[in-house]
T-cell receptor, first 113, second 115 residues
C-alpha cells in the first residue's frame, strides 16, 4: 500500500473517446504530480499541483487536461488522444513541492486504439 | 541541459552484489535519489543522498556519490530474486527562477537476478 491510489489500472480508449484518470492520496501531502512513462524514454513530468494550484505544465498538449479539486485528489481528463499517447500514467504526491521524496501510485496503463 | 544516464541492463547471480551506476550533469543538484519499480507497479523511493555526503548505507543498500565526477552508484549486497526490478536514478535540479526544483530521471536499469 503506497498511500497513492490510481484508477483505473488499465484503460483502452478510442481516439474519439473522453475518459478521466483519477488519483487519490491520503498522506496529507500538499503537492501532486502527473508523470508519463513510455518505453525507452525518461519519465516525463506533465503537471504539478502545489496546494491545489497548478505550478507547472511541461508543454503538454491540450488533449490532456488536469484538475485538482482538493489537495487529496487529482484528475487527468483525456480527449481525442493519439496512439502515441499510449503509456503508463503515474500519479505521485509529496509533502511539499520540493521534488524528491515522492510517493507514486501504481499507474494507469493507457492504450489508445 | 540536464541529463541523467544509466546503463539499461544488469544481470547478477543470486547472493552476489549488484552495482548500478548513474551519471548526472547538474552540479547544483542537492539530492540524488534511487527509486525502484517492480513489474506492474509505480515507483518506490529506495534511498537518497544529500550532495554533501560521500556515502550512505541502509541495510543491504550502499549509495556512493562522487560529486567531482558527478557519479552515483547503488550497491545491493546479497542480491535476491525479489530485487529484480527497474532502478531509476534521479537528481533534484533547479528550474525556472527561485527555489523551485524538479526531478530529472534516468531511463532506468533493469536488474535481473538469476537463481
Amino acid at each position: 500500500e503506497t498511500g497513492v491510489t490510481q484508477t483505473p489500472r488499465h484503460l483502452v480508449m478510442g481516439m474519439t473517446n473522453k475518459k478521466s484518470l483519477k488519483c487519490e492520496q491520503h498522506l496529507g501531502h500538499n503537492a501532486m504530480y502527473w508523470y508519463k512513462q513510455s518505453a525507452k524514454k525518461p519519465l516525463e513530468l506533465m503537471f504539478v499541483y502545489n496546494f491545489k494550484e497548478q505550478t507547472e505544465n511541461n508543454s503538454v498538449p491540450s488533449r490532456f487536461s488536469p484538475e485538482c479539486p482538493n489537495s487529496s485528489h487529482l484528475f487527468l481528463h483525456l480527449h481525442t488522444l493519439q496512439p502515441e499517447d499510449s503509456a503508463l500514467y503515474l500519479c505521485a504526491s509529496s509533502q511539499d513541492f520540493q521534488a524528491g521524496e515522492a510517493f507514486f501510485g501504481q499507474g494507469t496503463r493507457l492504450t489508445v486504439v | 541541459g540536464e541529463d541523467v544516464e544509466q546503463s539499461l541492463f544488469l544481470s547478477v547471480r543470486e547472493g552476489d552484489s549488484s552495482v548500478i551506476n548513474c551519471t548526472y550533469t547538474d552540479s547544483s543538484s542537492t539530492y540524488l535519489y534511487w527509486y525502484k519499480q517492480e513489474p506492474g507497479a509505480g515507483l518506490q523511493l529506495l534511498t537518497y543522498i544529500f550532495s554533501n555526503m560521500d556515502m550512505k548505507q541502509d541495510q543491504r543498500l550502499t549509495v556512493l556519490l562522487n560529486k567531482k565526477d558527478k557519479h552515483l552508484s547503488l550497491r545491493i549486497a546479497d542480491t535476491q530474486t525479489g530485487d529484480s526490478a527497474i532502478y531509476f536514478c534521479a537528481e533534484s535540479t533547479l528550474f525556472n527562477a527561485g527555489n523551485n526544483r524538479k526531478l530529472i530521471w534516468g531511463l532506468g536499469t533493469s536488474l535481473a537476478v538469476n537463481p
